[in-house]
């Protein structure tokens, strides 16, 4: 069973940077796993932010944080990374990590919540001065 577990979040001010990590354990070495970062706010659905293909070739980016946001992965570590920066007040919200099996190894991802089968627990990300 993948468990995935996030670190890194805090309080921010509004301008500055955050890293996120997210560490796996337990891939079953027949699959691919492309990775996700997703977020969700009080009262709000969880929205995709950006992930990274299982090839680690392709990336995709929500519009609202694209060119501040950069997705990352290292395989050695078994991490995947999302570094903030340039952060708003609306950025705050819980940031969960998720991963996408499958057979293969796909050069493009998805931001689509259902399209994720395993997730972190998540990490508060907030965004204040």
């Known amino acids: 069973q993948l468990q995935l577990v996030e670190s890194g979040g805090g309080l921010v001010q509004p301008g500055g940077s955050l890293r996120l990590s997210c560490t796996a354990s337990?891939?079953?070495?027949?699959?691919?796993?492309?990775m996700g970062w997703f977020r969700q706010a009080p009262g709000k659905e969880r929205e995709g932010v950006s992930c990274?293909?299982?090839?680690?070739?392709?990336?995709n980016y929500a519009d609202s944080v694209k060119g501040r946001f950069t997705i990352s992965r290292d395989n050695a570590k078994n991490t995947v990374y999302l570094h903030m920066n340039s952060l708003k007040p609306e950025d705050t919200a819980v940031y969960f990590c998720?991963?996408?099996?499958?057979?293969?190894?796909?050069?493009?991802?998805?931001?689509?919540?259902?399209?994720?089968?395993?997730w972190g627990q998540g990490t508060q990300v907030t965004v204040s001065s």
């Open positions: 998720a991963a996408l099996e499958t057979l293969r190894a796909l050069s493009q991802c998805g931001l689509q919540v259902p399209q994720y089968a395993y």
């Open positions: 337990g891939f079953t070495l027949a699959y691919s796993y492309g």
């Open positions: 990274i293909s299982s090839s680690g070739g392709g990336t």
